[in-house]
């Protein structure tokens, strides 16, 4: 059964919901977390779709370019030399928002989930790094990172180092190191110049192949096979086509392994569309941090706490039983198609098994009254014919046997 709530519903309101939402977390062994933007805001990196986000900012930043937010971060812009700049100048101050930014009560909260050995692993859209410091090989960056910028060209790949920053916040990027110095030699052996490659940052677009793209789909699949029991989607508006095939995956695999205890959980201050309606078990419309907070109260309220977890367990219990009770009608319903299949056929057999007579004998005979139709115009009549065998199975034996007696005779 789905539940939905506010985190600002009244206390009397959603305080069962968090306790219960509380121990099933408490009880999660293998938690998969998967994180947008949202989770971000609280530490002063605005998200991108809100009406005080980051496509907005850009409209602001450059009013005469002609460029929606989205296509900012998509691969074709690079095509334009105007968008060019205004991206390069964009992602030097997200990389100045980025610097000044903390870590949120959200991000402290998975880094305790891994500390206390419940997280699996944790997925995410972000691109601000404030999960890498802790959670290092039990983080997945879906859209790569700003602490790092590669090459064009040959791949070559850097830190995001404030000489960088400030080139990019000119709209120009800085050539490749590595480019710039293999032109230098061949300059050198009087070889011909070769075109070199620009550094930018190390961030998956739109349009554009993850380089990782293999690993990252490579642990997808492990993380399935280890049965997870618990998934937690936070600060994401679910739009990226790729991502939401992977939730689903993971959300079947949640269910199909921990039928009565595992938990979908979606916390966002929008809430989704209708098409997650079987997929979610929770739905926490709110801010993450908020949610989280709640959370932690309940773990320190051990009377709550166990409250929630006696209902829990009659939930199971319920859950269980009803079940059983349908295991029990499948059976019984089961039993009974199988007794009339077979009062059936033993019927089917009684009505066309009859015992087989000798023509010869004169016992054998029997008069049958065959009555013509009323079309023809002749009287009735009834003639004395001998009583032929019944049709078997075996058509063709059937009429050679008659056709030889008849010759026969």
């Given at each position: 059964?789905?539940?939905?709530?506010?985190?600002?519903?009244?206390?009397?309101?959603?305080?069962?919901?968090?306790?219960?939402?509380?121990?099933?977390?408490?009880?999660?062994?293998?938690?998969?977390?998967?994180?947008?933007?949202?989770?971000?805001?609280?530490?002063?990196?605005?998200?991108?779709?809100?009406?005080?986000?980051?496509?907005?900012?850009?409209?602001?930043?450059?009013?005469?370019?002609?460029?929606?937010?989205?296509?900012?971060?998509?691969?074709?812009?690079?095509?334009?030399?105007?968008?060019?700049?205004?991206?390069?100048?964009?992602?030097?101050?997200?990389?100045?928002?980025?610097?000044?930014?903390?870590?949120?009560?959200?991000?402290?909260?998975?880094?305790?989930?891994?500390?206390?050995?419940?997280?699996?692993?944790?997925?995410?859209?972000?691109?601000?790094?404030?999960?890498?410091?802790?959670?290092?090989?039990?983080?997945?960056?879906?859209?790569?990172?700003?602490?790092?910028?590669?090459?064009?060209?040959?791949?070559?790949?850097?830190?995001?180092?404030?000489?960088?920053?400030?080139?990019?916040?000119?709209?120009?990027?800085?050539?490749?190191?590595?480019?710039?110095?293999?032109?230098?030699?061949?300059?050198?052996?009087?070889?011909?110049?070769?075109?070199?490659?620009?550094?930018?940052?190390?961030?998956?677009?739109?349009?554009?192949?993850?380089?990782?793209?293999?690993?990252?789909?490579?642990?997808?699949?492990?993380?399935?096979?280890?049965?997870?029991?618990?998934?937690?989607?936070?600060?994401?508006?679910?739009?990226?086509?790729?991502?939401?095939?992977?939730?689903?995956?993971?959300?079947?695999?949640?269910?199909?392994?921990?039928?009565?205890?595992?938990?979908?959980?979606?916390?966002?201050?929008?809430?989704?569309?209708?098409?997650?309606?079987?997929?979610?078990?929770?739905?926490?419309?709110?801010?993450?941090?908020?949610?989280?907070?709640?959370?932690?109260?309940?773990?320190?309220?051990?009377?709550?706490?166990?409250?929630?977890?006696?209902?829990?367990?009659?939930?199971?219990?319920?859950?269980?039983?009803e079940e059983e009770d349908k295991e029990n009608m499948m059976d019984t319903t089961t039993k009974r198609r199988r007794k009339r299949a077979v009062n059936d056929t033993t019927a089917m057999k009684a009505t066309t098994t009859t015992p087989r007579t000798s023509l010869s004998s004169s016992s054998s005979k029997t008069t049958i009254t065959i009555k013509k139709s009323a079309i023809t115009k002749s009287s009735s009549a009834s003639a004395a014919i001998k009583k032929q065998p019944l049709m078997e199975t075996n058509l063709d034996g059937w009429i050679g046997r008659t056709r030889k007696r008849g010759k026969t005779a």
């Open positions: 059964m789905k539940v939905r709530f506010s985190t600002s519903d009244p206390p009397e309101v959603i305080d069962p919901h968090v306790a219960d939402l509380a121990a099933c977390l408490a009880r999660s062994k293998k938690t998969v977390v998967i994180t947008g933007a949202g989770i971000s805001c609280n530490s002063g990196i605005p998200d991108f779709r809100s009406s005080d986000g980051l496509y907005n900012l850009v409209k602001e930043k450059h009013p005469n370019v002609v460029l929606k937010g989205m296509e900012l971060f998509d691969a074709m812009l690079f095509k334009d030399e105007q968008q060019t700049r205004c991206f390069y100048t964009f992602m030097a101050e997200l990389k100045t928002l980025i610097g000044q930014a903390q870590p949120t009560a959200t991000h402290n909260f998975i880094n305790a989930m891994k500390d206390k050995g419940q997280l699996l692993r944790c997925y995410t859209q972000n691109i601000d790094c404030l999960e890498a410091e802790s959670l290092d090989q039990h983080l997945v960056q879906l859209h790569g990172s700003m602490d790092k910028v590669h090459c064009t060209l040959c791949s070559a790949s850097y830190d995001f180092s404030a000489v960088y920053q400030d080139q990019f916040r000119l709209g120009e990027p800085p050539l490749c190191p590595k480019c710039e110095t293999n032109e230098n030699e061949r300059q050198r052996l009087g070889k011909r110049s070769l075109a070199m490659g620009t550094l930018r940052p190390a961030v998956v677009l739109y349009n554009e192949e993850h380089p990782n793209g293999d690993t990252i789909g490579l642990a997808q699949a492990t993380d399935i096979k280890k049965r997870p029991d618990c998934l937690i989607v936070m600060g994401t508006s679910l739009k990226i086509l790729a991502l939401k095939k992977f939730i689903k995956q993971m959300a079947k695999a949640v269910h199909a392994n921990h039928p009565r205890t595992g938990r979908v959980i979606f916390i966002n201050k929008t809430k989704p569309t209708k098409e997650w309606d079987a997929v979610f078990d929770y739905e926490v419309m709110g801010d993450a941090d908020t949610w989280v907070t709640l959370t932690e109260e309940k773990w320190l309220d051990t009377k709550a706490l166990a409250a929630a977890k006696v209902r829990l367990r009659e939930t199971i219990k319920r859950q269980e039983e």
